[in-house]
């Protein structure tokens, strides 16, 4: 056999392994990104429930000690399914994801702009995550601000399942965009329109104490 015949063959013989490649890591990419979102959208919607508690000064402290350890509890899991669904990406050979393109928003291998918007996305968690664990370093003024990066980080991850997603199309995916887009709106309007906490008598004593 002469030697471009042995390199054509070969060359089949790839494109058929390629084209037949077990669609193990695709599946666990999806899964992966599916329970990320699950988690992220918990975590954010733990976290406007928590912000409610406060304003609306509620009591229930078996409650509020619930959403105190479940919030960091669900991000810490987000980071978790996160790592997942890249690590499956880079080791998949279905499509050639590289490192440069989990941290950069340039020349993605698969659908390039929703891609890109996984990649800002990222940014955006990483903000928040790094802030968070560094709470207690910096001001608090400086870590709320931080901290509300997480709500475009959430869009950013939504628009970008809808469109680079394979499952999107599916209706338990619809329902799920659906329902969690819906819950996360509607618990952010309560929270702008909520109205500000009037001053106890204890901090208004506080408060005149100090101004004197
Ligand atoms: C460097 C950053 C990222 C890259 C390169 C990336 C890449 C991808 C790719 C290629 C897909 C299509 C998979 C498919 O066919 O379904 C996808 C889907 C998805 N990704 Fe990402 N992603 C990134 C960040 C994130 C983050 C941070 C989250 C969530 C916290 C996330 C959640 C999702 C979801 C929900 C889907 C849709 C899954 C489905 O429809 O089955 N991604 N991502």
Redesign the pocket.
């Known amino acids: 056999m002469s030697i471009p015949a042995v390199l054509s063959s070969l060359s089949v013989t790839l494109a058929a392994t390629t084209s037949t490649a077990n669609p193990f890591l695709w599946y666990v990419?999806?899964a992966a990104?599916?329970s990320?979102?699950v988690t992220?959208s918990a975590t954010v919607i733990l976290g406007l429930l928590r912000s409610l508690a406060r304003v609306s000064r509620l009591r229930n402290t078996r409650a509020i000690w619930l959403l105190d350890e479940l919030h960091p509890y669900l991000a810490v899991l987000?980071v978790a399914f996160?790592v997942f669904?890249?690590l499956s990406?880079i080791f998949d050979p279905l499509i050639p994801?590289s490192l440069l393109?989990?941290a950069l928003p340039l020349d993605q291998p698969?659908r390039p702009l929703p891609?890109d918007l996984?990649?800002l996305?990222?940014y955006g968690?990483l903000v928040v995550w790094l802030s968070s664990w560094m709470k207690r370093r910096i001001a608090y003024a400086s870590w709320r601000t931080l901290h509300y990066t997480s709500f475009i980080a959430f869009l950013l991850?939504t628009l970008?399942?809808i469109f680079?997603?394979?499952?999107?199309a599916e209706p338990w995916?619809i329902l799920l965009y659906l329902g969690i887009s819906g819950a996360v709106g509607i618990l952010v309007l309560a929270r702008i329109f909520w109205p500000a906490p009037q001053p106890t008598s204890a901090s208004r004593v506080v408060a005149s104490r100090r101004s004197r």
Request: no cysteine; hydrophobic share 55%; aromatic share 10%.
């Open positions: 990419t999806r990104a599916v990320a979102y992220l987000t996160v669904h890249l990406l994801f393109n989990l698969y891609v996984g990649v996305a990222l968690l991850v970008h399942g680079a997603g394979s499952d999107s995916m």
